[in-house]
């Protein structure tokens, strides 16, 4: 098991340029090569989808079982105190990238079908382990997976936490266009955010300097913002520490931009939008000036807690409260857009959320995605099935776990994420030193043989 798990994480699978029978890269087409030549040593049935995607399976009955993981992993970016592509041992602990996501998963469910072909285990179901491409930029390797393939009966997914992760919100992600009232006159672009599920911490404007706000600029003369006592008082009296603000004067307009601090969008409260404090100063400035919806900005959605603002906070015990977060915004000149992410409970409907945001701006639908909430009960067999696996083996009370974020299970049908990373030890997945103990791989592979087993037994 270690030395194939050595080899998969020597195949430095990041996304690449799409190749023939690789449309992911020639990386991850060699990683999936790994898992595929591996698992027919083994003498298991295996398939490879052009690349997208590749299984391998034990056994013939009607039905399947699958384990989903990904192959794919986020670049090797970060200080590394161990060669990022190659497996380190060290105290009893497995340095990589991917060692806990996901490669770590593949290795031991590999295993877990090797055990079950050597033992000649007689199964209801066949069990696949099925291996994704691109779970890390879009999984559109599920997508083509759902077009053109088998839906497995019942799905373990361990790309999250253990004990089980049982809810996970409905992810809606909205652009609405809003009105930009005299905002042309005073402004020449806004950028601020890069992707919708994160609080923004950056954000610039760039002034006109025959504008309102521009004018008032030059007559105080004003470099930078902490310079200048009077725009320093103002902003104060609109709550806005001048130090996360920064003006410059550039030949054609004063440059101002706005810092704050990043945090993923299924918790907002965690961050400090860096668009609130672009509004406020642009507001504190403006005096009598029609800036269109950047005035509804500030008035009705400017908070820690957009939900409270907007009147559609809500919650319940099975999947938490609803949350909304402000990701980007853009304005041209001519077109003001606004990216927004927001969870929702299962009490709540995405259009409640929707209908808010374009009320409060009085704003039109660019694009809309959603993903609807995954929610297994918890006094499901499936789930107390896991949950009892998780407990005979940890020898500790399972429970079940909700989550604001998406995991790889919302990609495949019928399917729950569960493991392989325990409680009480930071796995650092997407960071430098990414790893995992051998003992809870060791751990993770007995209970996923003891849930694949009881599942055999229960799932239809
Ligand atoms: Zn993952």
Not at 81 to 88: I, Q, V
Not at 167 to 191: F, Q, R
Request: hydrophobic share 40%; glycine share 8%.
């Amino acid at each position: 098991m270690k030395e194939f798990l050595a080899r998969l994480i020597s195949a430095p699978s990041v996304k690449g340029m799409s190749e023939t029978n690789a449309p992911f890269g020639a990386d991850i087409r060699k990683a999936l090569d790994v898992f595929l030549s591996e698992a027919e040593k083994m003498g298991l049935k295996t398939f490879d989808c052009d690349g997208y995607y590749g299984w391998a399976e034990y056994g013939d009955g009607e039905s399947m079982i699958a384990i989903a993981c990904h192959i794919d992993v986020v670049p090797a970016t970060g200080n590394w105190d161990y060669p990022p592509f190659a497996l380190t041992e060290k105290d009893g602990v497995y340095y990589g990238r991917g060692v806990a996501d996901d490669k770590g998963a593949i290795a031991i469910a590999l295993k877990l079908l090797g055990e079950l072909k050597s033992s000649d285990t007689k199964l209801t179901h066949r069990i696949r382990v099925i291996v994704g491409c691109d779970e890390e930029s879009g999984s559109e390797c599920m997508e083509k997976y759902n077009a053109v393939d088998e839906p497995p009966a019942f799905a373990i997914v361990p790309d999250a936490d253990f004990p089980v992760v049982n809810s996970e919100k409905g992810i809606l992600h909205v652009t609405l266009a809003v009105p930009i009232g005299k905002l042309d006159n005073e402004i020449i672009e806004i950028y601020g955010g890069e992707r919708p599920n994160i609080v923004c911490d950056k954000v610039y404007a760039k002034i006109k300097k025959d504008g309102v706000i521009g004018t008032y600029i030059t007559q105080n003369g004003v470099k930078n913002t902490s310079n200048c006592r009077k725009i320093s008082d103002t902003l104060a009296k609109f709550s806005v520490n001048p130090k996360d603000i920064t003006l410059e004067e550039n030949e054609d307009c004063y440059l101002i931009s706005c810092v704050g601090i990043a945090s993923h969008a299924m918790c907002p409260k965690n961050g400090d939008n860096a668009i609130f404090k672009l509004v406020s100063f642009l507001y504190a400035f403006a005096n009598d000036v029609d800036l269109g919806a950047l005035v509804c900005l500030r008035e009705k959605i400017c908070s820690k807690d957009i939900a409270k603002k907007l009147c559609i906070d809500c919650a319940d015990d099975e999947s938490g409260e609803l949350t909304v977060n402000l990701g980007m915004i853009r304005f041209d000149g001519k077109n003001f857009t606004l990216t927004f992410d927001s969870r929702i409970p299962l009490c709540a409907k995405p259009d409640r959320v929707k209908d808010a945001l374009i009320s409060a701006l009085d704003g039109k639908t660019v694009s809309s995605t959603y993903s609807p909430n995954l929610y297994i009960p918890k006094h499901s067999p499936q789930i107390q099935a896991l949950l009892a696996s998780y407990e005979e083996v940890v020898g500790e009370k399972g429970y079940c776990i909700k989550t604001g974020g998406g995991t790889y299970a919302r990609s495949l049908p019928n399917a729950v994420a569960f493991g392989p990373a325990f409680e009480g030890f930071e796995t650092d997945i997407h960071n430098a030193n990414e790893k995992i103990r051998v003992c809870d791989l060791d751990k993770a592979y007995n209970i996923y043989k003891n849930a694949i087993l009881k599942l055999d037994k229960i799932i239809i």
